[in-house]
């Protein structure tokens, strides 16, 4: 069954369609992704603009695949004006896409982007790990991420940050976080992103349990309790 998505326009989107919204129709099941490609097939021009553009699906920030239903509203975000500050914080259970994060931070007058994707690992503490399993406090984790957002402006002058953690069960190699930093020179770009996870790490409530053949473990303060506890 076909379903019907309001789109808007902003910005250099705009003058180029030459429309501030429209009504797309597309079929059951699309996604974000496939509605990008039909704009851009009815607007080449759109082609390198569109593709770096962040999708929102009902204001809030969404992935290529995620899927669409009939009456969502859904624009393009445009790079947003030179130089102006960009912060992008989220704690979600979705796959996480670096393109993302960059394409928020992106700007004409920076030359650098910095990205760490942290992944899980299968070795820790030399045991074999099957799996990871996040949990946070997800209002109290971005309040946290924009304390780390205000040191690293502090510290580097660096103003465009976005930094995504995962939560749920991850498999070894699935990204858990992913930041990313925009700046006109790498070397304040390079110190960002290494004090955003640092700092991460210390002050946003995100607790991680690590699962193993014969059990599974909080890593924390308790975790050496809790190991030998299990072995026992």
């Given at each position: 069954?076909?379903?019907?998505?309001?789109?808007?326009?902003?910005?250099?989107?705009?003058?180029?369609?030459g429309?501030?919204?429209?009504?797309?129709?597309l079929g059951?099941?699309?996604?974000?992704a496939?509605?990008?490609?039909?704009?851009i097939?009815?607007?080449?021009?759109?082609?390198?603009?569109?593709?770096?553009?962040?999708?929102?699906?009902?204001?809030?920030?969404?992935?290529?695949?995620?899927?669409?239903?009939?009456?969502d509203?859904?624009?393009?975000?445009?790079?947003v004006?030179?130089?102006?500050?960009?912060?992008?914080?989220d704690?979600?259970?979705d796959?996480?896409?670096?393109?993302?994060?960059?394409?928020?931070v992106?700007?004409?007058?920076?030359g650098?982007?910095?990205?760490?994707?942290?992944?899980?690992?299968?070795v820790?503490?030399?045991?074999?790990?099957?799996?990871?399993?996040?949990?946070?406090?997800?209002?109290?984790?971005?309040?946290?991420?924009?304390?780390?957002a205000?040191?690293?402006?502090?510290k580097t002058g660096?103003?465009?940050?976005?930094?995504?953690?995962?939560?749920?069960?991850?498999?070894?190699?699935?990204?858990?976080?992913?930041?990313?930093?925009?700046?006109?020179h790498?070397?304040?770009?390079?110190?960002?992103?290494?004090?955003?996870?640092?700092?991460?790490?210390e002050?946003?409530?995100?607790?991680?349990?690590?699962?193993?053949?014969?059990?599974?473990?909080w890593?924390?303060?308790?975790?050496?309790?809790?190991?030998?506890?299990?072995?026992?």
């Amino acid at each position: 069954m076909p379903i019907t998505i309001h789109l808007r326009h902003f910005a250099v989107i705009r003058e180029m369609t030459g429309t501030t919204t429209e009504d797309v129709t597309l079929g059951d099941n699309a996604t974000v992704a496939e509605l990008q490609a039909n704009l851009i097939g009815r607007y080449p021009g759109l082609s390198s603009i569109g593709r770096s553009a962040v999708p929102m699906v009902n204001h809030g920030y969404a992935k290529p695949e995620t899927r669409l239903n009939d009456g969502d509203e859904v624009a393009f975000i445009p790079p947003v004006a030179g130089g102006a500050p960009v912060r992008l914080f989220d704690v979600t259970t979705d796959v996480l896409d670096a393109r993302r994060t960059e394409s928020a931070v992106r700007d004409p007058s920076c030359g650098a982007i910095v990205t760490f994707v942290g992944e899980v690992r299968d070795v820790a503490r030399g045991e074999s790990v099957t799996a990871l399993d996040y949990e946070a406090y997800a209002e109290a984790a971005v309040v946290q991420m924009n304390v780390i957002a205000d040191e690293i402006v502090a510290k580097t002058g660096v103003d465009r940050i976005a930094i995504v953690h995962r939560t749920g069960l991850l498999e070894p190699g699935d990204a858990s976080v992913v930041i990313s930093v925009a700046s006109p020179h790498r070397a304040e770009a390079f110190e960002a992103a290494r004090h955003a996870i640092e700092r991460l790490k210390e002050l946003v409530p995100i607790w991680k349990k690590e699962h193993y053949a014969d059990g599974s473990v909080w890593i924390g303060s308790e975790a050496d309790y809790q190991r030998d506890r299990r072995r026992r």
